[in-house]
Nanobody, 115 residues
Framework: QVQLVESGGGLVQPGGSLRLSCAFSGGSFVINNMGWYRQAPGKQRDVVASIAWGGGTFYADSVKGRVTISRDNAKNTLLLQMNSLKPEDTAVYYC?????????WGQGTQVTVSA
């Protein structure tokens, strides 16, 4: 069974940085796309950044220039480096993995940006 284990969330002051990690496990599978979504209270879950199997990346306009998505294939780990954080970045961040058969989601990790 495929599992996604996230880490790195927490409380940070405005202007600070965090790095989120997502470790994939559960066997061998084909990956179409992977990335990070976030959901604030009362809001829709929206994509933050994604990276395709071929290496192409996508960033939401709200985070462009402030976040970087990357992956470590040897460790089956997805990373999201977040800098210059703003209060509006506060949300639960979810790791996801897209395969030809289905999507997989992490449990979510809370990111709170507050003074």
């Amino acid at each position: 069974q495929v599992q996604l284990v996230e880490s790195g969330g927490g409380l940070v002051q405005p202007g600070g940085s965090l790095r989120l990690s997502c470790a994939f496990s559960g066997g061998s599978f084909v990956i179409n796309n992977m990335g990070w979504y976030r959901q604030a209270p009362g809001k829709q879950r929206d994509v933050v950044a994604s990276i395709a199997w071929g290496g192409g990346t996508f960033y939401a306009d709200s985070v462009k220039g402030r976040v970087t998505i990357s992956r470590d294939n040897a460790k089956n780990t997805l990373l999201l480096q977040m800098n210059s954080l703003k209060p509006e970045d506060t949300a639960v961040y979810y790791c996801y993995l897209d395969t030809p058969q289905r999507e997989y989601w992490g449990q979510g990790t809370q990111v709170t940006v507050s003074a």
